[in-house]
């Protein structure tokens, strides 16, 4: 299994990035995926998970209406789309595969994440 994310960058406050996660070696139309993120010093955080039949969504608290999770299974690829960012946003950014929606979007033994995709918002 192979993720790669990407769609990070510099943002300023206010602004918007999409974030994809494509797959290899994995349907994921098959699995719930999660995104995770992780700023300096700070341990890292579910931002947002999707069921596999794209019938529920969660997110955290601190992105609810402004994050967007979606999956495009033709391309194997899940998006979080990010709007009204905040420094706060700051963090590299990880998606993930399977993990326990029922849970609260947590990690389980067989998981497997993608490298970071850093998103830096500046103000």
């Known amino acids: 299994v192979q993720l790669q994310a990407s769609g990070g960058g510099l943002v300023q406050v206010g602004g918007s990035l999409r974030l994809s996660c494509a797959a290899s070696?994995?349907?994921?139309?098959?699995?719930?995926v999660g995104w995770f993120r992780q700023a300096p010093g700070k341990v890292r955080e579910a931002v947002s998970c999707i069921t596999s039949s794209d019938s529920k969504k969660d997110y955290a608290d601190s992105v609810k209406g402004r994050f967007t999770i979606s999956r495009d299974n033709a391309k194997n690829t899940v998006y979080l789309q990010m709007d009204s960012l905040k420094p706060e946003d700051t963090a590299d950014y990880y998606c993930?595969?399977?993990?326990?929606?029922?849970?609260?979007?947590?990690?389980?033994?067989?998981?497997?994440w993608g490298q970071g995709t850093l998103v830096t918002v500046s103000s």
């Open positions: 070696g994995v349907s994921l139309e098959h699995y719930a």
């Open positions: 993930a595969t399977p993990i326990d929606f029922q849970s609260g979007c947590t990690v389980v033994r067989r998981t497997s």
